[in-house]
């Protein structure tokens, strides 16, 4: 991994997210490093591949940018652990890598300002900064996996239409998650 690639990975974050600060640089190399230890180029969006991340930060829109995964395209997943980490699935192969930021996981933390922080991850190797373990994944279902859409039914409680699955079965009848359990929202008119 060089530092000019890097520089130029950097700048689209930077233009994805809208500023740079310490998440963007490190989701940044965060990503490279997925997606050179899966074999796959830089600056090409490829289809078998699937990111999970772990977090809802700034270090998941440079993650975003460096691989193209999308929530639209269903390969950018969110697994709500609130951890700095994701894990780099080909779907095509099984193989899968959990990168996690080492940084982030330290106790005992120096005090970097921001241009001292993105600097150091402009320069040291990624196998300094990063935890990798090899995974499997084992979450997904075909219906849950990139592509269009598998499967519809309606929620027999609101009659909301739910796609790929996410339905839930009581008494027989599909129902959608909101319905099932409590939801994020509450109607007020």
């Not at 395209?73 to 890598?97: H, I, P, Q, V, W």
């Not at 519809?152 to 009659?159: A, I, L, P, Y």
């Not at 699955?165 to 998650?177: F, M, S």
Request: glycine share 8%.
């Amino acid at each position: 991994m060089n530092i000019d690639d890097y520089d130029e990975q950097l700048k689209k974050a930077v233009e994805f997210h809208g500023e740079l600060c310490g998440g963007i640089a490190i989701g940044t190399k965060l990503g490279m490093y997925g997606l050179e230890l899966l074999g796959m180029e830089l600056n090409k969006r490829h289809k078998n591949l699937i990111v999970i991340l772990e977090s809802e930060r700034c270090t998941s829109d440079g993650i975003q940018a460096v691989t193209k995964c999308s929530i639209g395209k269903r390969s950018l997943k969110l697994a709500y652990y609130g951890k700095f980490a994701a894990t780099f699935y080909n779907m095509d192969t099984g193989e899968a890598y959990r990168v996690s930021d080492a940084d982030a996981n330290k106790k005992d933390k120096s005090k970097e300002t921001r241009e001292e922080l993105v600097e150091r991850f402009r320069i040291t190797p990624p196998e300094e900064l990063f935890n990798v373990e090899k995974v499997k994944v084992k979450q997904f279902n075909e219906a849950q996996k990139p592509g269009g859409v598998h499967a519809t039914s309606w929620c027999s409680v609101c009659g909301e239409k739910i796609t790929d699955n996410y339905h839930l079965l009581r008494a027989g009848k599909p129902i959608c998650e909101a319905c099932a359990n409590e939801s994020y929202y509450e109607v007020i008119e």
